[in-house]
């Protein structure tokens, strides 16, 4: 009879031994890749309200969460291999801005999910199917930079009557800019401006080669098309404008923030929270394919009354009034 137990006993013990082994095995930790196509130094607040929104979603870096950060620095040229990169790291979510990258993890794999906040139409890009049915594994958020193009022009000519030669920055070897462009032109033409595109080259652009150019041209005001190289200068970009005493409109808020005359666009910390959103609903077990992509509802018009008063310039108070935000 106590032989009898003692098996028992032993029996018991090694389950509960196994059992405690078992829930102590070490859970997965979701691994994250986000690749930003500017800088460290840009986007750090778009990076920091994506981070803060997966925290409110309850998830804690290091602990139940763990992003790796990339950086092209404006190299549309580094996105394949950077994307092969994390894709070693075995991540289970891949997040961008980039349209370059949003293309090469779409062609890298159709298993790991893809979120994108892009300034691209997706569709047009060959990215998604539709927005309702993404169909693939590329889902997220879409600016609407590009249909914004109208608005921010006629904004632009509002606040400024006399602009009649507009300079539109552009990166030379980037479609996305190119685009750009030709959708300035259509607006440009129902409100009898003309357009002169004023090309960088990367990884080192010249500015300065730039605004002589402009002002060989006579140009007298200055749209940025939205691009990673661009973002990593945006500083330098404003203050050349107001050396130059071009009035300045660009395509993210962070720009007139950081010395520009005015921006148009989509409000970016809202996008970016959204990302956060994304990831969590994938992480939970939703398809991409399955989630649609969404549109910005919310829009930010920003003048920066300090640039305005450095060109010698007057916003007219019935455009100043319909800003969102002022910076004076």
């Known amino acids: 009879m106590t032989k009898k137990i003692t098996v028992l006993t032993l029996g018991a013990l090694l389950f509960a031994l196994s059992f405690s082994a078992e829930a102590q095995k070490p859970t997965k930790i979701p691994r994250i890749g986000y690749i930003a196509a500017s800088s460290p130094e840009g986007g750090k607040a778009h990076r920091a309200v994506f981070r803060q929104g997966l925290r409110d979603l309850g998830y804690i870096e290091g602990k139940n969460i763990l992003i790796e950060f990339r950086y092209l620095d404006g190299i549309s040229d580094r996105s394949p291999s950077v994307v092969a990169e994390l894709l070693q790291l075995k991540i289970d979510v891949l997040i961008s801005t980039s349209p370059n990258v949003i293309g090469a993890a779409k062609r890298a794999t159709n298993t790991i999910p893809v979120v994108m906040v ?95 150019e402009a002002a060989k041209r006579r140009v007298n005001a200055l749209i940025t098309a939205r691009h990673g190289l661009l973002i990593r200068y945006e500083k330098q970009i404003a203050d050349l404008a107001i050396k130059n005493r071009l009035p300045s409109m660009f395509e993210a808020t962070d720009t007139a923030e950081a010395g520009g005359l005015m921006s148009y666009s989509a409000n970016d910390l809202d996008n970016y929270k959204r990302a956060a959103v994304y990831v969590d609903k994938i992480l939970k077990g939703a398809k991409p394919a399955d989630l649609p992509v969404e549109q910005p509802t919310k829009f930010e018009l920003v003048i920066n009354l300090k640039a305005a008063k450095q060109i010698g310039l007057t916003i007219p108070p019935n455009v100043l009034v319909r800003a969102d935000r002022v910076i004076r």
């Open 118 to 212: 892009t300034v691209v139409d997706p569709v047009a890009e060959g990215l998604i199917d539709s927005l309702a049915r993404p169909g693939g594994n590329v889902t997220g958020i879409t600016r609407l930079t590009r249909d914004l193009s109208g608005k921010r022009l006629e904004l632009f000519k509002e606040a400024v009557p006399r602009i009649s030669l507009v300079g539109v920055l552009l990166v030379a070897d980037s479609s996305s800019t190119q685009v750009a462009f030709k959708e300035y032109e259509v607006a440009a033409a129902a409100l009898k401006i003309q357009l002169q595109s004023l090309e960088v080259r990367g990884p080192k652009p010249d500015f300065e080669r730039a605004f002589r």
